[in-house]
């Protein structure tokens, strides 16, 4: 099984829905981030969480929110999905108590909002 | 906004020869990190250089870092088809620990 698991791995959803994507870990890392991926564009920071109290703005959050449900669970919300949101979504963590340490990512999320 | 800017955005060579790609930041770091993405896919750790180290080797991958002119380059060596990916450069300032991405290279290698 995968260290972290997105889902769904792939969703259409209609202009004006709510929808969520989940991301859940196995690697026991306090870190848990949220990105965008548009082509051309790299990856973009949506929102990061350090703890389950603590919840963190990204670069591109307007739109989104998130919660942390536990330790190993991290979700990112649509409130009400545009098609400028039609992206590929990435979950990401990192260990903490230090700087220098890798991320690991979930397979990601394509999402289509017509 | 990206910190990191990469160059080329896009470089095809033939199977064998070495890929280097180059990775600019704007403020300071305390790490630079690599990552590999296949298409569609997640990406992968490739590997970290410190703000305090020159230079890096990992099997076929050789970067280097350099503080005062704010870059760092990627050298694949002795390529292979399944090194066809995109690339991406990641920096860290500390504190936060957010990572930054720049918008990567695409890496094709000709059989």
């Known amino acids: 099984d995968a260290d972290v698991t997105q889902t769904p791995r792939n969703r259409i959803t209609k202009t004006g829905k709510r929808i969520m994507l989940e991301c859940s870990q196995t690697?026991?890392?306090?870190?848990m981030y949220w990105y965008r991926q548009d082509p051309g564009l790299g990856l973009r920071l949506i929102y990061y969480?350090?703890?389950?109290?603590?919840?963190n703005k990204g670069e591109i959050s307007d739109g989104y929110s998130v919660s942390r449900q536990a330790q190993a669970k991290f979700s990112l919300s649509l409130e009400s999905a545009i098609p400028n949101q039609t992206a590929l979504y990435f979950c990401?963590?990192?260990?903490?108590?230090?700087?220098?340490?890798?991320?690991?990512f979930g397979q990601g999320t394509r999402l289509t909002v017509v | 906004s990206q910190q990191g800017e990469e160059d080329p955005q896009a470089l095809s060579i033939q199977e064998g020869e070495n890929a280097t790609m180059n990775c600019s930041y704007k403020?300071?770091?305390?790490?630079l990190q690599w990552y590999r993405q296949n298409s569609g896919r997640g990406l992968v750790h490739l590997i970290l250089?410190?703000?305090?180290?020159r230079e890096k080797h990992s099997g076929r991958l050789r970067v280097t870092l350099d503080t005062s002119k704010k870059s760092s380059s990627l050298l694949i060596t002795a390529s292979r088809a399944a090194d066809t990916a995109s690339y991406f450069c990641?920096?860290?300032?500390?504190?936060?620990?957010?990572?930054?991405f720049g918008q990567g290279t695409r890496l094709t290698i000709n059989p």
């Open positions: 969480s350090f703890d389950v109290k603590d919840i």
């Open positions: 403020t300071s770091i305390n790490n």
């Open positions: 250089i410190r703000s305090n180290e």
């Open positions: 990641a920096t860290d300032k500390g504190g936060a620990q957010k990572l930054v």
């Open positions: 990401a963590t990192r260990a903490g108590g230090g700087e220098n340490t890798e991320a690991f």
């Open positions: 690697k026991g890392h306090d870190r």
